[in-house]
């Protein structure tokens, strides 16, 4: 071998170990900077208002993620106006953060292991996924304000039963700064294969197939600690939720449509939609059936789609386009009253 070669296998020896060298402390720095900055955000919360904590840190991800693991996360915050106020509580065996050198500007959060999320003083809800995982885009000096939510294989054992969930996918952006009319809030949702609890006879059948979603929650939105006091806030501001798109298949019903939505006086939803409805005669029938409406407001209702139905281009399925409107807690078809919502209470009795 020649000393010319040799010189260039050394050199390029030292170049690799050079570049090994700088790539450890690349992730060395990234996975503390990552450490820092959770422990920061269970000292101090992630949003105001909310608590968290969890276990040991612990460094991992080598050779390209810097990866942060959080035991025994706990995250909670009230609902009222005071700190021991009753609230909701999520809480978790193992959640991981973590940052790919290749992506630096996008945090990945998964959580592994069964989950508890409990509101008030109610039992926790056992809560466990095959996949639950969010990506939180960053940008230099400003906090995150958008996330991309992914979970597959969803399971809640609720009081009533357990509730599934095949897939879910949620985006969401917020802009805390927003003022009357301009965007705070917006997500997409699509949920599949929603499986309902087996106790309760389900009107239109045991499981959703799919709803999606695309809402826009307009500004501004209070600061105030106390729940009523932001909502009463919120609509004093103007401020309005837009349904933009929704989608429904539940049994026979197919649903889509767009609706504007409000607070009254009396803090309860008001508002106007209109919806495109396919298998409305079946649903109907399945609906007063389970006395959600009554045999009056079923009659008339399908005698007045009866009329504005007309046959769908795909399947030939009667579909009719209606107007629905919800005024002192009172879904209506047009004028024809359907069913009166319960009152939607903001604070919790003590």
Known sequence: MTSRRVRWLAGLAGAAALSAAAHTALWLWATRTLESQVAATLAAGPLPGWQAAGGVLRRDGWPLRATVHVP????????GGSADAQGIRWTA???????????????????IGRQGLQLGLAP??????????????????VPARSIAIEVADLQADLPEGRIGMRRLDVWGQIRPAAQQGEPALAVNLLAQGIALPPVRNWPLGPAIARLAADAVLT???PLAADLLQRAEGWRDGGGVLELHRMELEWGEARLSGS??????????????????L?????????LQSA????????????????????????????????????????????????????????????
Request: glycine share 6%.
């Open 219 to 221: 500004g501004p939105v």
């Open 93 to 111: 065996e193992h959640l991981s953060v973590s940052v790919s050198l290749l992506r630096p500007r996008v945090v990945v959060l998964a959580v």
């Open 259 to 276: 609706a504007t939505l409000a607070l009254d006086a009396q803090v309860q939803p008001m508002g106007a939609a209109t919806a495109r």
């Open 278 to 286: 396919t298998g409305h005669a079946a649903a109907l029938d399945a």
């Open 72 to 79: 025994d996360p706990v995250l909670q915050a009230p609902l």
């Open 291 to 350: 006395g959600v409406v009554t045999p009056r407001g079923a009659v008339s209702a399908k005698a007045v789609l009866g009329l504005m139905s007309r046959p769908a281009l795909q399947d030939g399925r009667p579909t009719v386009e209606v107007p629905f409107s919800l005024q002192d807690r009172t879904l209506a078809l047009g004028r024809i009253p359907l069913v009166r919502l319960p009152e939607l209470v903001w604070r919790s009795p003590h």
């Open 124 to 141: 926790p809800i056992p809560v466990n996924a095959q996949t639950m995982r969010a990506e939180l885009p960053l940008q230099p000096g």
